[in-house]
């Protein structure tokens, strides 16, 4: 049982590609202390589109006989993959292929009527990414490939890369953080953090934050950012407050929406 359990714990993940963290560009929040009322925006970061990188050295790569040659000038969209060793923030994936025609009537034939209705998914894809954070792309990930050995990341000949960063996401894609005053409960004040992502509200895991304020000043870390509460009207629910730290420079993992 003991040998099998390290077995399990020693397998290699089977790595899915999953949409790209986005970057939290600076924000927009207002420097010094504020007065909030309820209802009133605090802290705003707009959000950047996923970083993009375009191929300065030629890669070629051959695993489990999947070859690629990445020439100069080829583009990498961004990308997460979560379980790879050293957890890179992001990864950057080759464009995912739709099998061509030949594999799969290929497929079709080993699996009859039934594989030619449904043909067999034969797609692979290349991810790579910067372990020492040197600008130069050092370790790729077959994603889709089969068996441990398939799926382990390797070290590949470092090739350097531009790096495309810091552009909008446009239509007001945003973080804010939303002053709710007391909520229903006096010894604590609340905090919304809100995602707008182009021009519409999207969920958050954790939305509402409680600062406690028993004893002020006092202060709550939402989303990163350092809000300090200095004081605080009971009767008009305004509070003076200041961000100590902004919502940027970090990234944010955009919940999936659910169909």
Known sequence: MAAALLLAAAKTPDYKVKPASVPLLPGRTLKGEQ?????????????GRPETVLL??????????????FTRE???????????????????????????????????????????LRPTKLVTRYCLYDAND?????????????????????????????????ML?????????????????KDSLSVDAELILYGMNRPLPETRHKISIAKLPAYGVIQGAVVTV?????????????????????RLVVPEQKP
Do not use: W
């Open 35 to 47: 007065i909030a009322v309820p209802g009133a925006i605090i802290a705003q970061s707009p959000l």
């Open 74 to 116: 080829t583009v990498f969209e961004s990308a997460r993959v979560d379980g790879i060793p050293g957890d890179p923030p992001v990864v950057f994936c080759e464009t995912e292929q739709d099998p061509s025609l030949a594999k799969a009537m290929v497929g079709s034939m080993g699996f009859g009527l039934v594989g030619l």
């Open 56 to 69: 300065v050295d030629p890669i070629a790569l051959d695993r489990l006989g999947q070859k690629r040659n």
């Open 134 to 166: 040197d600008e130069t792309l050092d370790h790729a990930i077959l994603i889709g490939a089969k068996g441990d050995s398939g799926r382990e990341p390797f070290a590949i000949t470092p090739a350097h890369y531009g790096l495309i960063r810091g």
């Open 230 to 250: 200095l004081e605080f009207d009971p009767e008009t629910k305004i509070a003076r407050i200041r961000i100590d730290r902004d919502l940027a420079p970090g």
């Open 169 to 185: 996401l446009g239509n007001g894609s945003e973080l804010r953080l939303r002053y709710a005053g007391t909520a229903g409960d």
